[in-house]
């Protein structure tokens, strides 16, 4: 079994279930990330309780706070461990868009994580500058 306890299991589902629809759009091969991710943590089969929760959840009725809160405190081990989980969630559709990164900063937050926490996990657009315009001549 993983560092996740059984308690944790369903808000840990709601959370990476939240993750796959952070872009509003929530594809099968996403849904299918989560599966293959609570498959690893429960040793073989998800359990039937968790297996309804994931064919169930709805983002409209998802509380991020909530969810968090149901986690626990977590060293920063699971922090970083639950961080990497939803960012492969996200990636599972090959696309990372900047909602995608600011669910991700979310759930660090809702956590307690450091930035440094996640980390090459999100990306964000930096300003531009403009060139300098040439001298005048």
Request: aromatic share 4%; proline share 6%; hydrophobic share 45%.
């Amino acid at each position: 079994m993983s560092q996740w306890n059984e308690a944790q299991l369903p808000h840990l589902a709601d959370i990476l279930m939240a993750a796959a629809g952070a872009d509003q759009e929530t594809l099968a091969t996403e849904t299918s990330a989560v599966r293959k991710i609570l498959k690893e943590l429960q040793g073989a089969k998800v359990s039937s309780e968790i297996d309804a929760r994931v064919r169930a959840f709805s983002t409209k009725g998802f509380n991020l706070a909530t969810a968090a809160a149901g986690l626990g405190k977590l060293d920063e081990a699971s922090r970083r461990a639950l961080l990497a989980l939803v960012a492969r969630v996200t990636e599972s559709d090959e696309v990372h868009d900047l909602a995608e990164s600011d669910f991700i900063v979310r759930v660090a937050k809702a956590i307690g994580a450091s930035p440094g926490e996640y980390q090459g996990l999100t990306v964000e657009l930096l300003p531009s500058t403009p060139p300098p315009l040439p001298p005048k001549a």
